[in-house]
């Protein structure tokens, strides 16, 4: 089979019926090659003598702003281009998207669609599945190992996951995913494609005082071209040195690939496959990241459905000792504003959230760092939780993620384990600057970001 059997789930079950195509509505994984979703559904359509029709729906979603739809909308007219070249044809929607999937699915014959973790995704697609006059397959494909063949509960922790996963990591990346050949062209079918692709995400309201969007200005280049070259550089030029310069904040030391990944513009299969390919010191630590940190993270959000973006779904020992210290003296407190601005003491604080500002990610030790001083500088920690979500999904690329919402979590005890107890954190894991000196040069840090 072209795809694994535990990528697949029927979302509503059944045998092809008399449509003039396979739908594949494309969503989560904005790519034309390596996507495990696009292959099956192109398989299905060669197995049938059909051709293959192709629908992204554009939804507003919740705390997206004009920056993250430029990016999407940048990547995905490469994609266009290249699900055409191979004879698909490919429709264009605004609106709700399991509605609009749905009746493009009364002329389909089968339905394909790509996984997605988050709340909103996930109602998506039950949606779909509700209101499609067709089965409906979903193909888990953005992960290295399938989310729900990886584990069945919310796990505890990196390592209670890691004993899982870590054998299937070389198993699932092993294969190298064909391109289907389509025996039919596809690209003279009416699909109505909604007036085509828009080249902005088109008129939004106007920005509140205080909205530094404006800033985002050093972003990297979108689309599936820009995200194999650049991770095939980090491979030639920065593999071998990640487990250095990984925590080094002045050094170019991660791959940068987090976007990417957020909008399915690269495979995080095929990336596992050429860094156990390339080998060398920094590929087991950068598995680590690839695979079972990014993957607890979506397990998070796949098990905790109502809970990975709120304070009550923090472990019941966090937020009893967080709400236990919440009385406790701080020596700084700001608000969402001054957050925002960047408007604090502490220089190496106002240079991440510069940074995040600016390029739409903040290093990852820094992002750990910013997350804590939040939680310390805040008036309560639900305050603080609350925050960090706004900036994170508003300000990054890759907000509104299960790594985003794992990582704001971790800072508040999610993934971990109760350390001593200090004011203001209870037993929750503590950072200070003090600690930055010791690993960096952050003072460099903060002169590059002030």
Known sequence: MIVEPERLRALKPGSPGPGGFVLYWMQRAQ???????????????????????????????PSATPVHYRFLLGGLAETVRDLEGRGAAFAFRRGNPGEEAALLSRRAALAVCDAGWTRTESAWRRDFAARSACPVVRVDGESVVPVEAASGKLEWSAFTLRRKIENAVRIYAARELPAVDLPRDARGLDLDDGGGLPGEPGPTGPAYPGDRSPEQTALPSPGPGAARSRFESFLETGLDRYDGDRNDPTLDGTSGMSAYLHFGQISPVRMARLVLDRGGPGAAPYLEQLTVRRELAQNLVRFLPD????????PEWARRTLSEAASDKRDYLYVREDFEAARTHDPYWNAAQNQLVRTGAIHNYMRMYWGKKILEWSGTPEEAFRTALYLNDRYALDGRDPNGYAGVAWCFGRHDRPWAG?????????????????????????????
């Open 31 to 61: 790519r034309a090659r390596e996507n495990p979703a696009l292959e099956y559904a192109a398989a299905q359509a060669a197995r049938l003598g059909l051709p293959l029709a192709v629908l992204f729906v554009l939804a507003p979603y």
């Open 307 to 314: 809970g990975y973006d709120t304070w009550e779904g923090l």
């Open 422 to 450: 200090r004011a203001v954190f209870g037993t929750v894991r503590y950072m200070n600057a003090a600690g930055l000196r010791r690993k960096f040069d952050a003072d460099a840090y903060a002169r590059a970001w002030a």
